[in-house]
């Protein structure tokens, strides 16, 4: 791993705010993609352009399927954000509550001066672009004057006078420069995270994993895989199936999870068929293989009197005659 990563302890806290499965450290939003291939959605505005809903910031969204595959891989456990923050906040003496505050103001100085130095940048950029076309103005005055002189050296002096010198004039970055004045001002930051000041919320035993759609067993089996799985909503399925990083690779399948035994509307595979197709994708279904009954095994999966073997998938692509 290069040595400009950050780290990221295992497991870490996923935070459950009504219901919904959120990060909001970008360190650990980045090492879930670089380690585990969960890309999950961001759903947060930016600060900067908060009106727009293209480009998209933090908190980080998990689907219930990538959460529940991290906490059953140990990488992380779920945390009521709610109770975590009050105990936290209950817990937090003066002190602390003192060098947080300090921290933010020092990292608001910094934020400023930064800005402050880029301005400044911009505007010695803007007034030596205004001295150079100047110096070119002045130079093509006096390239003409001269050549007038010359022409007339012998007539009588001209009704209108040369243009003074203007040299003598100051120069605009001088003027502007000594009527520039700079400012600065700290920043209010806004932490994207409350850790710290405070402590890493511990485990909670009270808290059930993660409830999952009856697709899970397809999600979890592309996943073992090695592909990167996003939401399909956009392409009417349940997942869109990368074989890397979605920030490098297309799609290769639009992917619905299913059951054995469950009766398919044969529309439904066409019209996904020729959806996948129109798009350069392949229409995937899957689900898990359920053999006959078992007699040896007591404890049947879900009480259903099947057992699950493995999960086999099947992939449509429409041909036109």
């Known amino acids: 791993m290069p040595p400009n990563l950050p780290t990221v302890t295992e497991p870490f806290p996923i935070s459950l705010i009504h219901n919904r499965y959120l990060l909001f450290s970008i360190d650990k939003i980045t090492y879930i993609r670089r380690v585990h291939h969960i890309t999950g959605v961001l759903i947060g505005s930016i600060p ?39 105990e936290g906040l209950r817990g937090l003496r003066g002190d602390e509550r003192v060098e947080y505050l300090r921290g933010l103001e020092a990292e608001g100085k910094k934020a400023a001066r930064l800005t402050q130095a880029k301005k400044d940048e911009r505007t ?19 390239a003409r004057d001269g050549s007038q002189s010359q022409e007339d050296e012998n007539s009588e002096e001209s009704l209108f006078a040369p243009a003074p010198n203007r040299a003598s004039s100051p120069a605009p970055s001088q003027t502007l420069s000594t009527t520039f004045t700079s400012s600065i001002s700290t920043y209010a930051i806004t932490p994207t995270t409350s850790y710290p000041p405070l402590p890493t919320p511990p485990r909670s035993p009270a808290i059930p994993l993660p409830e999952v759609p009856a697709s899970y067993p397809l999600f979890a089996h592309l996943h073992a895989n090695g592909y ?3 939401p399909g909503l ?52 899957g689900g898990v293989e359920k053999k006959g009954k078992s007699e040896d095994d007591e404890v049947l999966e ?4 099947w057992k699950e073997e493995r999960v086999r998938t099947f992939c449509i692509e429409w041909g036109g005659m």
């Open 124 to 142: 010695e950029k803007a007034l030596k672009r205004i001295e150079e076309k100047k110096t070119a103005f002045d130079s093509a005055t006096e």
């Open 234 to 285: 956009r392409f009417g399925c349940q997942y869109l199936v990368y074989p890397g990083d979605p920030l490098r690779f297309h799609s290769h399948f639009l992917a619905t999870g299913t059951q054995w035994d469950e009766e398919i509307d044969l529309l439904d595979l066409v019209g996904g068929g020729r959806l996948g197709t129109g798009v350069k994708k392949g229409f995937l279904i």
């Open 48 to 86: 900067q352009i908060p009106q727009q809903n293209v480009f998209l910031g933090i908190p980080l969204e998990l689907m219930p399927e990538e959460a529940r595959l991290l906490v059953g891989s140990g990488a992380a456990y779920i945390v009521d954000d709610v109770q975590a923050h009050k």
């Open 302 to 305: 879900e009480g259903r009197g």
């Open 228 to 230: 990167f799985i996003s």
